[in-house]
């Protein structure tokens, strides 16, 4: 089952901020957050690992509770470039990745 | 530079025709994956492999194969094309055997239409 994000859009100004949420119902060993841009390939952003262990982007940050099989993406001081649909995929274990159904966000100046 | 290729950007076909999307990585990953992508829906996966000849069903296989003879080449196969299986189609490779902590790296994706 697909993990549900929130919210499904998003709208903002340069300079604020915003916090995108991916709920899984089963239990997760990774999540993956990734964003595309209109047109183009997804692109990988953060890995947050069971257990505590993140790698990814500098300036973005995310969380990712494992009791509650939840993570969160945070993007602050937005920018016209964080314009895009980010994707958040989870793990259990295996290769397999399920990826959520995607949150829309746009920047505007 | 990573990189992940695939074969058209855009494609049309006739229901019933056996298409081939093709999907090559230079990267000398492991794992390779086909996802199809339609709004509303998200990224889908349809089958992945772990390995040169190894194949495991996705979210979504039915209607789809799929074959994977070296390791840098990963092909999805609709058997009989219908208007159902019109949508963005992206392959993904990652590393290692630990699948579940690498990133995926995307192709460009290739737009199937089926009249």
């Known amino acids: 089952q697909q993990p549900v994000q929130s919210p499904q859009a998003v709208i903002l100004r340069e300079g604020e901020d915003a916090v995108i949420n991916c709920s899984s119902s089963?239990?997760?060993?990774?999540v993956h957050w990734y964003r595309q841009k209109h047109g183009e390939a997804p692109v990988f952003l953060m890995i947050?690992?069971?257990?505590?262990e993140q790698k990814g982007h500098e300036k973005i940050s995310a969380s990712f509770n494992e009791k509650k099989q939840q993570s969160s993406l945070y993007l602050t001081a937005s920018q016209l470039s964080y314009s895009g649909t980010y994707f958040c995929?989870?793990?259990?274990?295996?290769?397999?990745?399920?990826f959520g159904t995607g949150t829309r966000l746009k920047v505007l100046a | 530079d990573v990189k992940v290729t695939q074969s058209s950007r855009y494609l049309v076909k006739r229901t019933g025709e056996k298409v081939f999307l093709e999907c090559v990585q230079d990267?000398?990953?492991?794992?390779m994956f086909w996802y199809r992508q339609d709004p509303g829906l998200g990224l889908r996966l349809i089958y992945f492999?772990?390995?040169?000849?190894?194949?495991e069903k996705g979210d979504i296989p039915e209607g789809y194969s799929v074959s994977r003879e070296k390791k840098e080449r990963f092909s999805l196969i609709l058997e009989s094309a219908s208007t159902n299986q019109t949508s963005m189609y992206l392959c993904?490779?990652?590393?290692?055997?630990?699948?579940?902590?690498?990133?995926?790296?995307f192709g460009p994706g290739t737009r199937l239409t089926v009249l």
């Open positions: 947050l690992l069971k257990g505590g």
């Open positions: 089963k239990a997760l060993y990774s």
């Open positions: 990267m000398d990953h492991e794992n």
């Open positions: 492999s772990y390995d040169v000849k190894m194949k």
């Open positions: 993904a490779s990652s590393r290692g055997l630990a699948g579940a902590y690498n990133e995926q790296f």
């Open positions: 995929g989870t793990s259990s274990g295996t290769y397999k990745y399920i």
